[in-house]
């Protein structure tokens, strides 16, 4: 046990002052960091919200919005298998709890109708790992010619579920593009996400690119405008505000006349080459492309309004068909404006309107005043450790803290090469890391005395010390990283925290405390050829 060849004591000092290598970043200012070569590590490790600050938002999907999205995608489905599928005539009432009424024309094909109907609802499996009953999402109910289709409250619950799935994905996307470090996005109950950004000081920027539900479409506008607010609004029209401030319009609600934004692949932000303002560039897919060619090539020499949430971004004229499936989105952006915008877009619309329940921001003062406690209890606890390791141990003592330094470095070495995010919990997980430091070397120590007891000689009581005690080791760290591996299983931000910066503590530990401390000890015994162990 306390022979090394050359090569693995080489690797072992190698992989130490690699680790202290990865470390030193952390210690220095940055602008010394910035004269750092390209091939050395120069990131230091990115901290947590609750250390450097940042912006904190919960959000919770607004259920009248959705209500009325699953309300306009029924009465389309509702379309779609009577009229186009079986050419029954029908006419649809939709209700403001997202249920629809469809009345049948002909007395004749009701049966055949609510039949049909039917099969727009699916099951859904109510226990865990599909153990449970289905039940259906769509309830129906028949009077005479009518047709009442509503949301189960399952089925409705379903809906939301879904909604905050594909939010949790988009939200992601449109963080990540901001080009902030490590955020926190995660589910909260049934309807809610928690979104927390470290670093982000502009709240109003991230409440308005999460807010944007980002539905983006072209439509047409109406033949006739607004000429004086008396005026209604004609039939198959809408009325929508315009951006610019010139005005509300009337577009166009037919199908026909409308293309989703749904189809775009990419939207960058850029500027006008006429007079250098700040636009957002588009591009369609195949389908798109093809559905927006034809709608500019019907409709040359017609205005057409670029619509965003309801909002008329610009309403320009269609002078050629555009047909290459690309385009220009402006309206007196700004360039974050222009930024933010091309960011919603990208990331794609969200399913549900989202409203924000809770806003905190936190300040970096709250951080530095935890990172400079956090310190303190570092060094406090890790000066308590070496200590008592000289006190109880001796020589032995000296090399067991030799090892307990490396360990440190090296944790806060691979926490900076990894980019892991340190928070207030991750900072526990070091101090307990160095605690648990020197179990390793206790167990080896303790070993080593009841061997010389025995009668054994120095060398055959280090060399029995260390071989005895790695069994003992190892079951006692593999142990605590089970633990470790099933806290960032199942739990979420601090708690995941905790669990990385334990988990990576224990495999340096048992690195540092058993491989160097065992190098070491081979070195003091091949130098001095001891009579005693000073134990």
């Not at 308005?208 to 039939?235: M, N």
């Not at 280090?462 to 005895?468: N, R």
């Not at 605590?480 to 495999?507: C, D, N, Y």
Request: a neutral charge; hydrophobic letters at 45%; glycine letters at 10%.
């Amino acid at each position: 046990m306390l022979h090394f060849s050359k090569w693995k004591a080489f690797s072992a000092v190698a992989i130490v002052l690699a680790g202290f290598v990865m470390a030193l970043p952390n210690v220095l200012s940055e602008q010394t960091r910035s004269m750092i070569p390209g091939f050395l590590p120069s990131t230091p490790v990115t901290l947590g919200l609750d250390l450097q600050g940042g912006s904190h938002v919960l959000l919770e999907v607004d259920k009248v919005d959705l209500r009325q999205t699953l309300a306009k995608q029924l009465r389309g489905d509702i379309r779609q298998t009577l009229w186009l599928d079986r050419k029954i005539k029908h006419t649809v009432a939709a209700r403001g709890n997202g249920s629809a009424v469809v009345r049948i024309s002909d007395p004749a094909k009701v049966e055949e109708a609510f039949e049909a109907l039917q099969t727009l609802s699916q099951s859904v499996n109510t226990g865990f790992f599909n153990q449970g009953a289905d039940v259906q999402e769509m309830e129906f109910e028949r009077q005479g010619d009518a047709i009442t289709i509503s949301f189960s409250e399952t089925g409705l619950e379903q809906k939301i579920s879904r909604a905050v799935e594909q939010s949790l994905e988009i939200i992601g996307r449109r963080i990540n593009a901001l080009g902030t470090t490590e955020p926190t996005i995660q589910r909260q109950g049934v309807d809610r996400i928690l979104v927390q950004v470290p670093g982000l000081q502009d709240p109003e920027r991230l409440k308005t690119i999460l807010g944007q539900t980002a539905k983006l479409t072209f439509q047409l506008l109406c033949e006739s405008q607004r000429t004086s607010a008396d005026e209604r609004v004609p039939v198959g029209c809408d009325e929508l505000v315009s951006r610019e401030g010139g005005g509300d319009y009337w577009v166009q609600t037919s199908r026909r006349a409308t293309v989703d934004g749904a189809d775009l692949v990419d939207a960058q932000p850029a500027f006008d080459s006429r007079n250098g303002e700040p636009i957002v560039t588009f591009r369609f897919n195949t389908k798109g492309a093809q559905l927006f060619g034809r709608l500019t090539q019907a409709n040359v020499n017609r205005p057409f309004a670029i619509v965003l949430d309801k909002e008329v971004m610009s309403a320009p004229v269609i002078n050629e068909p555009i047909l290459g499936g690309t385009g220009q989105i402006s309206g007196n952006f700004s360039v974050e404006e222009v930024n933010d915008l091309a960011i919603v877009l990208r990331s794609g619309a969200l399913p549900a309107k989202l409203e924000i329940v809770e806003e905190r921001t936190v300040g970096p003062s709250l951080g530095s005043d935890s990172v400079r406690a956090g310190f303190i209890a570092c060094v406090i606890g890790l000066i308590a450790v070496l200590i008592f390791m000289i006190v109880t141990y001796g020589l032995f003592g000296v090399f067991a803290n030799i090892a307990l330094i490396s360990n440190l470095l090296l944790l806060i070495g691979v926490l900076s090469l990894l980019q892991a995010t340190l928070t207030l919990p991750g900072i526990a997980g070091i101090v307990l890391t160095l605690g648990m430091a020197v179990d390793s070397n206790v167990l080896v120590f303790e070993r080593i005395r009841e061997e010389v007891r025995n009668g054994r000689s120095p060398l055959n009581a280090i060399e029995t010390g260390f071989s005895k005690a790695l069994g003992t080791i190892l079951d006692a760290n593999i142990t605590t990283f089970i633990a470790a591996v099933i806290l960032f299983g199942l739990g979420s931000g601090p708690i995941r925290g905790f669990a990385v910066t334990l988990g990576l503590g224990i495999m340096t530990t048992v690195f540092t405390a058993y491989t160097l401390t065992r190098l070491i000890v081979a070195w003091w015994v091949r130098q001095s050829r001891p009579k005693t162990v000073p134990l």
